[in-house]
């Protein structure tokens, strides 16, 4: 019942990564994708053909609940079915002789009534899910209809007519999938090939022939994703803590989610100190993770990347203000992770991609409106934005005061107190993001598009529309805040980059390993850059995208400084380094001419990074209600693979002998969000 690899499957050895031990406890992790388990003797590698280009469901945990999926401990194993239509499901849930079947699923059928059919039965041992290409046409979001509901500032004690999205409905593709919990494993197939091997198997000894079942051999699936955690994030930190006390060797269960925020202000001021009451910050803010429904696939092109590379454009632009040191009133740029944030004086967060034509939406809060102070100060700052749209290709509109805030960090500020902010986006009511919150947010999301046959590096400087459309934008936001923080002079000299924007939007979307990003961090660092970008929130931190954000934010906004590298990896030794009000990092800057030798700098700054950790984990409530509290599973291997089995009983012998006998000691594979 041995299944041999066909000369156009993939072979045994590729593409895996090797773990490293975490301290404490037998869980293992590692900083790449789920490790996969190719090693072993040539026995293994001829009953099994190894899948090694996957991405897993994985458990998450909050106060009250757990969601995502897991395998049984020993893994689970069924006999693959192709379903590409509805209708050939009713094979897997009454028909087929072989149950439990596991099922390969057109990714256009990847949606919440086929699930919710899959998870109420026995038949069903797992589901290996293929991408649909060209992206769903009916669109696709995993995530709520009514995002951070529950956690924004509407409330029963707050504008209670608009808490749950009562008026405005602002994910409506949203089946909420991603917040259900499966007790089998689904993993996505990132790989045609690979998909195409399974066809291939499923065609040539699982196809039903003339309506009756198919004989053996068939061809099977086992999926391995066993999660630590159980029920809550209450019941797994409680776990972690009794390990903590009580166990030598501790074995942690779960961890919280968590990263770290970016954020520089215009003037520098004292990262270990207070402001001054009595002066005013303007803060614009931004997020810059997003989250799928499988681990770390998460582009984000719309829902974070868009947004957060207008803000970087918008900083550069202001900072290159001829009197910027003039200005009366600090300005803070701040990218969260995770969403998190606390209160300030002027918010502007950005949620931008500009897919209907050039137009912007303002939104305010209906509620704090009705204060007269903050009702003149919202006024002001609305006034001013629509000003410096004039003689722009963006088009700016209010949205009126009768709609509620969207989904925004704005609405964390408002939950502390009233303050005056503007949320701008490019939707009026529901999102434009047919793809909120899944691995189909993609650059074509954005019509991100390059003439063919151009060289890596000539796609990194090609000007697209998206870029073009951006930075103008970024130039509406930086005019306005120049004006937000007293500058009197013209404004027509203020202006965004489209070439930095696109080469953003190249590095943050298509590839993160490029010859900009390599030039502008530190060496030590080099390590982060990717092929392919993914924005996940992770417990694991700081993530590629937080590190990238940090130095794109320092080399737009900061300065060449003439320092040695002793110097500036230790400012203390240098004089009038100012180090409590500067960052200093010496990047590798870029290759010499026909060189593979780098000219390095040091780069003075305001750029600092802060923890972004629940106060729920800080405080140790983790049931709380008023702070999030989602922790991720930890687990032991995260595997895939496909095999022949002569019959039902020799399915039983072939996994016991070929795990038990022929494979050799392997690592167990730990990876985290």
């Given at each position: 019942g041995a299944l041999a690899a066909p000369s156009h499957s993939l072979q045994a050895g590729q593409g895996c990564i090797s773990p490293t031990p975490l301290a404490g406890g037998s869980t293992w992790r590692c900083g790449g994708p789920p490790v996969c388990s190719c090693q072993g003797n040539s026995v293994e590698r001829k009953i099994y053909i190894p899948l090694n280009k996957t991405a897993p469901c994985v458990r998450l945990l909050n106060a009250t609940h757990q969601i995502g999926c897991q395998s049984s401990i020993s893994g689970d194993t069924g006999v693959i079915h192709v379903v590409?239509?509805?209708?050939?499901?009713?094979?897997?849930?009454?028909?087929?002789?072989?149950?439990?079947?596991?099922?390969?699923?057109?990714?256009?059928?990847?949606?919440?009534?086929?699930?919710?059919?899959?998870?109420?039965?026995?038949?069903?041992?797992?589901?290996?899910?293929?991408?649909?290409?060209?992206?769903?046409?009916?669109?696709?979001?995993?995530?709520?209809?009514?995002?951070?509901?529950?956690?924004?500032?509407?409330?029963?004690?707050?504008?209670?007519?608009?808490?749950?999205?009562?008026?405005t409905v602002w994910n409506p593709l949203g089946s909420g999938i991603s917040y259900e919990d499966f007790d089998f494993p689904v993993f996505l197939l990132e790989d045609a090939n690979e998909t195409q091997v399974i066809k291939q198997c499923y065609q040539d000894h699982n196809v039903p022939r003339d309506g009756s079942g198919p004989e053996y051999p068939l061809c099977a699936m086992q999926l391995f994703s066993h999660m630590h955690a159980v029920t809550s994030t209450v019941t797994c930190m409680r776990r972690n803590s009794i390990q903590n006390t009580f166990s030598i060797n501790p074995e942690t269960v779960c961890d919280p989610l968590l990263d770290y925020n970016v954020w520089s202000t215009l003037q520098p001021i004292n990262s270990s100190g207070k402001v001054d009451r009595e002066k005013e910050v303007i803060i614009v803010a931004t997020r810059i993770d997003s989250h799928s429904f499988f681990w770390n696939i998460a582009p984000g092109a719309e829902s974070a990347v868009s947004s957060f590379v207008t803000h970087l454009a918008a900083a550069e632009a202001l900072h290159k203000a001829s009197d910027v040191h003039l200005l009366q009133r600090n300005v803070m740029f701040t990218f969260f992770q995770g969403v998190r944030a606390a209160a300030s004086l002027h918010l502007f967060p950005l949620q931008v991609a500009l897919r209907n034509g050039s137009v912007l939406w303002m939104h305010t809060d209906p509620v704090s409106w009705m204060n007269e102070s903050v009702q003149t100060q919202v006024r002001n700052l609305l006034d001013i934005l629509s000003d410096s749209s004039v003689g722009a290709n963006v088009t700016l509109r209010e949205v009126g005061y009768s709609q509620p805030l969207p989904p925004s960090s704005f609405q964390r500020f408002l939950r502390a107190r009233h303050i005056p902010g503007v949320v701008l986006t490019d939707h009026q009511a529901a999102f434009q993001n047919r793809y909120y919150q899944s691995m189909y947010d993609t650059p074509e999301n954005i019509r991100m598009q390059y003439p063919e046959g151009l060289s890596p590096e000539e796609t990194l400087e090609y000007v697209t529309d998206t870029a073009k459309s951006l930075a103008e934008v970024a130039t509406v936001v930086a005019r306005a805040l120049y004006r937000l923080a007293g500058g009197a002079n013209n404004t027509s000299a203020i202006q965004a980059d489209p070439k930095?924007?696109?080469?953003?939007?190249?590095?943050?979307?298509?590839?993160?390993?490029?010859?900009?990003?390599?030039?502008?961090?530190?060496?030590?660092?080099?390590?982060?850059?990717?092929?392919?970008?993914?924005?996940?929130?992770?417990?694991?931190?700081?993530?590629?995208?937080?590190?990238?954000?940090?130095?794109?934010?320092?080399?737009?906004?900061?300065?060449?400084?003439?320092?040695?590298?002793?110097?500036?990896?230790?400012?203390?030794?240098?004089?009038?380094?100012?180090?409590?009000?500067?960052?200093?990092?010496?990047?590798?800057?870029?290759?010499?001419?026909?060189?593979?030798?780098?000219?390095?700098?040091?780069?003075?700054?305001?750029?600092?990074?802060?923890?972004?950790?629940?106060?729920?984990?800080?405080?140790?409530?983790?049931?709380?209600?008023?702070?999030?509290?989602?922790?991720?599973?930890?687990?032991?291997?995260?595997?895939?693979?496909?095999?022949?089995?002569?019959?039902?009983?020799?399915?039983?012998?072939?996994?016991?002998?070929?795990?038990?006998?022929?494979?050799?000691?392997?690592?167990?594979?730990?990876?985290?969000?």
């Open positions: 590409e239509k509805e209708e050939d499901l009713n094979w897997v849930l009454a028909d087929g002789p072989h149950p439990p079947y596991m099922i390969l699923l057109d990714g256009n059928l990847f949606n919440r009534s086929v699930l919710m059919q899959l998870k109420g039965t026995s038949r069903v041992s797992g589901l290996a899910v293929s991408i649909a290409k060209p992206n769903p046409p009916q669109g696709f979001s995993p995530g709520l209809k009514c995002p951070n509901d529950g956690f924004g500032v509407y409330s029963k004690d707050y504008g209670p007519q608009y808490a749950h999205c009562n008026t930095t924007v696109t080469r953003m939007l190249y590095g943050f979307l298509i590839k993160m390993n490029n010859s900009w990003f390599q030039s502008i961090i530190k060496p030590d660092l080099k390590g982060i850059l990717g092929d392919v970008p993914q924005h996940y929130v992770a417990v694991s931190s700081p993530v590629n995208t937080t590190y990238l954000v940090q130095y794109v934010l320092a080399n737009l906004t900061g300065t060449v400084v003439n320092l040695t590298k002793e110097e500036c990896m230790n400012p203390d030794k240098a004089p009038n380094t100012e180090k409590e009000l500067y960052d200093y990092a010496w990047v590798q800057g870029s290759l010499e001419p026909n060189s593979t030798t780098r000219v390095p700098y040091c780069v003075r700054s305001t750029v600092h990074l802060t923890k972004a950790l629940s106060p729920a984990f800080e405080l140790r409530q983790w049931g709380s209600t008023e702070y999030s509290t989602w922790t991720e599973s930890r687990w032991k291997e995260i595997r895939a693979r496909i095999f022949l089995v002569a019959s039902k009983e020799l399915e039983i012998i072939t996994l016991v002998v070929a795990d038990v006998l022929f494979s050799i000691p392997r690592d167990p594979g730990a990876v985290a969000y």
